[in-house]
């Protein structure tokens, strides 16, 4: 029986991987460290280790029909997003939706696009209720 790893939520390294990975569709290893490379240095093996857990804990798949072999996501990145805000909604702001954003659009200035965007869903809120 495989072992799998307890936290099925992705670290900050992990995350990196994922969005080379979200970027690009599907990727072998040394496409992947080719990449975070360019990035910051880094190691061939940390990237394969890092691949390899998170295979373990179901964040990634792969094709073992290929050499070499591919990894996809094996989720959308937008799950995975709401996953990671849902957990921090939680743990941190009390599940105060409002809180998280308050903070969240007091950090940075939002470009005019998001304003929109953000004051588009406001408005789609009020009307529900």
């Known amino acids: 029986m495989k072992k799998t790893r307890k936290s099925k939520k992705p670290t900050d390294a992990e995350l990196k991987i994922l969005e080379v990975i979200w970027e690009r569709g599907s990727a072998t290893v040394r496409e992947v460290f080719q990449v975070l490379n360019e990035r910051r240095k880094t190691g061939y093996t940390t990237v394969l280790k890092l691949m390899q857990i998170m295979l373990e804990k179901g964040i990634l798949k792969r094709d073992e029909s290929v050499r070499p ?32 954003a308050l903070q969240a659009l007091s950090m940075e200035r939002s470009s005019p696009e998001e304003l929109k965007e953000i004051r588009a869903l406001l408005d789609r809120l009020e009307e529900e209720e």
């Open 69 to 100: 072999q591919v990894y996809r996501a094996a989720h959308p990145r937008r799950q995975t997003q709401k996953a990671l805000v849902r957990d921090l909604l939680n743990s941190t702001f009390g599940g105060s939706a409002g809180s998280l």
